[in-house]
């Protein structure tokens, strides 16, 4: 077969009858539970809506996700903003912790700069060319409705990046709420894939000066004055 034999000894010097007993039930509720995990199929991250997407006053692609959290802005703020639990989720290394107008670098190779931020209500920076923004909105019950924008100019960008956006926050959902990520992120990635394969041709765009959305084929399904 493809199994493997767990041998643990545990060797304790001059233990009593009573003691050696004690440490014999530890350890069996110990390897029982180990079994029971290790037997058990992960459990998958929650069914969330997809992204939506729209067009920018200025033409360019917006991707937004919108999520409950039953935690405080403030905790969520933490979340998205300091180095320690953007570790946890977040797809660079980077501090956010910052004031606007502060320059940021992400690793490997990205900069930005802090644009807007408002403890713990939003924020908003740019990364390379693209600009993503975090709203932070209380729902009156102890928790809060998060909103993430990131903007961009390729459709095709937009549809690539979705299923890793969707996956992260799933993460970051599981992090804040002490939840333990044991499915893996990068197979969700690739399972969202097929999910958001079709958004390049949802979003508008402009096409001789008038709104359009493609078909996938780069044939107007849907036109109307800019």
């Known amino acids: 077969g493809h199994g493997a034999r767990l041998i643990l000894t545990h060797t304790a010097a001059g233990a009593d009858a009573d003691a050696r007993a004690a440490a014999l039930r530890v350890w069996r509720d110990h390897i029982e539970a180990l079994a029971h995990r290790l037997l058990s199929e992960p459990a998958p991250p929650p069914s969330w809506p997809r992204a939506t997407t729209h ?6 692609i917006a991707l937004r996700f919108e999520r409950v959290i039953a935690h405080p802005p403030e905790k969520v703020w933490r979340a998205l903003t300091e180095r320690e639990h953007l570790a946890a989720w977040f797809p660079a ?8 107008g502060t320059q940021i670098e992400f690793a490997p190779g990205s900069t930005g700069t802090v644009v807007r931020s408002d403890p713990p209500k939003l924020l908003e920076y740019t990364w390379d060319a693209e600009l993503l923004r975090w709203e932070l909105t209380p729902d009156g019950d102890g928790g809060c409705r998060l909103a993430m924008t990131h903007v961009l100019d390729d459709p095709a960008a937009a549809a690539a990046l979705a299923g890793g956006w969707h996956a992260g926050l799933e993460v970051l959902v599981a992090t804040i709420e002490g939840r333990e990520v044991d499915w893996s992120v ?10 958001y394969a079709g958004i390049a041709g949802e979003i508008p765009f402009v096409l001789d000066g008038r709104w359009s959305t493609g078909d996938g084929a780069g044939t107007p399904t849907r036109t109307g004055e800019t």
């Open 55 to 60: 067009t920018t006053d200025d033409g360019r």
């Open 93 to 100: 290394v980077v501090d956010l912790d910052v004031p606007a």
């Open 186 to 195: 990068w197979d969700r990635d690739r399972e969202l894939k097929d999910r």
